[in-house]
C-alpha cells in the first residue's frame, strides 16, 4: 500500500514538474518581459513531437524516427520551440501585446491542427507511440521505476532554475525589467526592447519545447488532443497562483494547481456515478477558475508574488560594503 | 566628483565644431507641421537653450533629435553621421543622451538599479555571457556598481539607493533620471525642462550640477520656460515658433526682441 502511494506520489509530483518547466517559461515570457503568449500549448507540442520524432525507431508509414537517444530529442525539441518562437516573435513583437497574443493563439491552433491532420509526420489523431521513456530497464521496478524519472525532472528543474535565476539577477534582466517598466526610457539608454523582448520570447518558447519533451517521454505517447488550448489556461493559472515574476512561485504554482486539478479528478470520480463522469469533468476547469479567482482576490500577486530582484553582484556587493562600512559610519 | 562652481559657460569659441547640425527638419502629425522646416546646431562644449511659447514645437524638435521620433524631411547630423533614420536605442552610442519633461524613472526598481541600467556595452547583457564569462561580467558589474554610487553621490541620492524609484519626488526623479544618462556618458545631453515642477532647494541643485556637467565638458541642449534659469545657464538661446525657427542669440538680448516677445504673446498665428 505504502509503496503504492510513494510510486503515485512520485508519477504526480513528476507530471506536476513537467508543467512547472512550461510555468518557468512561460515566466521569463510574461512575469519578466510582459509578452502575453496565450499560446502555449504551440510550442508544447512541437517539443514534444519533435523529440518523438527523432528518438522514436524507424516506423513504417510515417516519417523518421531517427531513433536517437533521448537527451538529442529533449535538446532539439526545445532548440525547435525556440527556433519558432523566434521566427513568430521577430514578425509580431513589434505589434502591440494584444496582437501578440492572437498572433500566438493563431500559432498554437494551427500546430495542433498540423499535428492532428500531418499523418505521415505527426501519426495524425491517433499520435505518436512507443515514445522511448528514460530508465526503461528498469520498468520491472514500478517504484525504482518512478522514482528515477522523478530524479530525473528535479535535476532538470534544478538546473533550469539555477539557470534563470541567474539571468534574472544579471545585467541582461535588469535590462528585461526596465523595458517592462517603461520602454522609451529604456531605448533612451541605448536599449533595444525588440531585441530583448525576442530574445525573452524565444528562450521562454524553447522552455516550454523543452517541457513537451519531457513530459511525452515520460507519458510515452503523444497525440493531438494533449496539445488543446485548455493546456495554456492550465499553465497560465499555475504562474497566476503562484505568482507572475517569480521563478520559485512558477514552479509551486504548477505543483498546486496540478494537485488541485488531480484531486478535483480524484473526486469527480468518487462522488459522480459512471454515466455522469464525462460532464462532471468540466467541473474540474470550473474549480480551477474558482481557485484563480479566489487568488486574484486574495493575493493578487500570487502567492509568492515578484521577488524585489537585484544584480546577484550587487547582493553580494553591498553586503560586503556594510560590512566593511559598520564601524565607520556612526552618521544617521 | 568636485562641485566647485565653474567660472562661465557657452561657446567661447564659437567656431567650435559642430556636434548636433539638424536641417530643414519637418514633422507632420496628419496635416499639422508641427516642426516645420527647423534647423538648429549644438557646438562642442557648448550649453544652449531652445525656448518658444506653448505648442512650438519644442518637444518634437527634441524628440527627432533624440530619435524618438523620425522626421517627415530633412537631416540630422551627429558628429558629422547623418542619423534621422535611426531609431532612438542609437543615440547613445552616438554620444546624445535625454531626459524627459516629465520624468519616467523604472518605478519599481531602486534608484541604484535605475542608474545601473543606463552602463553601456556590459558583457552581463549578453545571455551566453552570464553563463560563459561570470568573472567578466562581475567585475564589470562592480566598476558599475561604483560608478553609479558615484553618479547618486553627485545628485545628491546616494541615501536612496535601495529605495524603488516611485517614492522619489518630482525633482529627484529628474536628478535621477540626469544620473541614469551620466551612466552611459554621453557627450551631449538634451534635457527637457529640467525646471519644471520642481521645488526651489532642489531647482538650486539641479542648475548647479547643470552647469558642473557642461563645465566638465558636456554640450547641453535644454529646453526650458523658466527665461531666469535659461538666462543662468545658457550663453546661447535659440527661438522657435510655430515649428519654425524664430532667431537666436544671448538670452538677454533675445528677451528683448520684438519678434520674440510678440510670439509669445500669441500674435505669430497670424
Redesign the interface.
Known sequence: MSVELIGYGCFFLTMALTYAIMCLGLNVQWGQTGLFNVGIAGFVAIGAYVSALLTTPDTANRFGGFDMPILVGWLGGALAAAAIAFLIGALTIRLRSDYLAIATFGVAVTVQLCALNLERITGGPFGIGFIPRPFASLAGDPLLFSLFNLGVLIVVITLLYLALERLVRSPWGRVLRAIREDETAALALGKSAVKFRLQAFAIGGGIMGLAGAVQAHFIGFIAPENYLPMLTFQVWAMLIVGGSGNNRGAILGAVLVWGLWAASAGAVAGLFPPGQQARAASLQIVMIGVALCAILLLRPRGILGEEKVVSRHLGKLSSALRNDAKPATPKQ | MPTTAPTHNGPKDTEAQPLIEARHLVRKFGGVRAVDGMSITLRRGEMAGLIGPNGAGKTTLFNLL?G?LKPSSGSIRIAGQEVAQE???????RGV??T?QIP???????V??NV?????G?A????WK??LQPGR??AQ??AA?EKARSLLDFVRLS?LESEPARVLSGGQRKLLELA??LM?DPEAILLDEPAAGVNPSLLELIIDRVLELNAQGKSILLIEHNMEMVARLCGRVVVMAAGKYLTEGAPDVVARDPAVIEAYLGGVAA
Do not use: D, K, W, Y
Open positions: 533624440a524618438s531609431g532612438p536605442e542609437r543615440r547613445i552610442a543622451g535625454r524627459f519616467r524613472p523604472f518605478a519599481e526598481m531602486t541604484l538599479e545601473l541600467t543606463g552602463g553601456q556590459q552581463g547583457e549578453h545571455i552570464n553563463f561580467v562581475a558589474e562592480r556598481v541615501g541614469r544618462i552611459a
